[in-house]
């Protein structure tokens, strides 16, 4: 006779996959909660276009906690990509029973979706400068996605840092049918220098009231 009868006890460990989509803002720190059993600090979870391709970025995840775990990424790392829909996706750690040669640098191994993580806010504008005349309007669009009437532009010399001693910072504020109107430039505002056009969207404690607010280049 065959006799069948529990013989041990398996745990699988892992996140599990997070029905709603987390959502950031570039510029913007950024955390959520994932859901999951046995993840520990250092656990990598990687944002990919798609789980096993090339990583945009790593976000930071801390040990689990009844099943729950926090996923973060910061400003500066959010800052850097465009916005799109990306995928969050976890490697699990090298050890024996992973075949894991190479697995601390492979980002191929993160195949496990746990989360749609959408990124909003400006586009990054692959496009020649523009040069600046005093005396002229100048508008740009305020394009993106999730872009809003909320949104700010500043001119600065590197998005996130102040400007150097005696050069103005120049801002506009984004009408509701998205445009920034920067009015017309004066020889005081304009300077004969390189600025990058800097966006910022108004998000809890961002008030975009300050140069560090202003870390998303839009080119």
């Known amino acids: 006779p065959i006799h069948v009868g529990p013989v041990g006890q ?7 996959h997070r029905q709603t989509p987390i959502v950031c803002v570039r510029g913007v720190a950024c955390t959520a909660e994932l859901y999951g059993e ?13 789980c096993g391709q090339e990583a945009v970025l790593e976000g930071v995840v801390d040990g ?10 910061d400003q500066t790392a959010l800052s850097a990509i465009p916005p799109d829909q990306y995928k969050i996706c976890w490697r699990p750690p090298c050890s024996a029973a992973v075949n894991g ?4 640098t492979s980002t191929r191994g993160a ?16 496009s020649p400068p523009v040069v600046l005349n005093a005396g002229k309007n100048w508008t740009v669009p305020n394009s993106g996605i999730g872009v809003s009437s909320q949104d700010r532009m500043r001119l600065l010399q590197q998005c996130g840092r102040p400007n150097k001693d005696g050069v103005s910072v120049i801002e506009a504020f984004s009408s ?10 004066t020889m005081k505002q304009v300077q004969a220098i390189k600025y990058n056009k800097c966006w910022c969207q108004v ?8 140069d560090r607010h202003f870390l998303a280049g839009t080119g």
Do not use: W, Y
């Open 10 to 16: 398996l745990m699988l460990k892992g996140p599990r």
């Open 38 to 50: 046995g993840l520990h600090r250092g656990d990598k979870m990687l944002v990919m276009r798609q």
């Open 64 to 73: 689990t906690v009844d099943g729950r775990t926090t996923f973060s990424v």
């Open 101 to 104: 040669t190479g697995c601390s």
């Open 111 to 126: 195949r496990f979706e746990v989360a749609i993580f959408d990124v909003r806010g400006a586009f990054l504008l692959d």
């Open 176 to 185: 509701p049918d998205l445009f920034f109107d920067f009015g017309t430039l």
């Open 203 to 210: 998000q809890g404690a961002v008030g975009c009231n300050d």
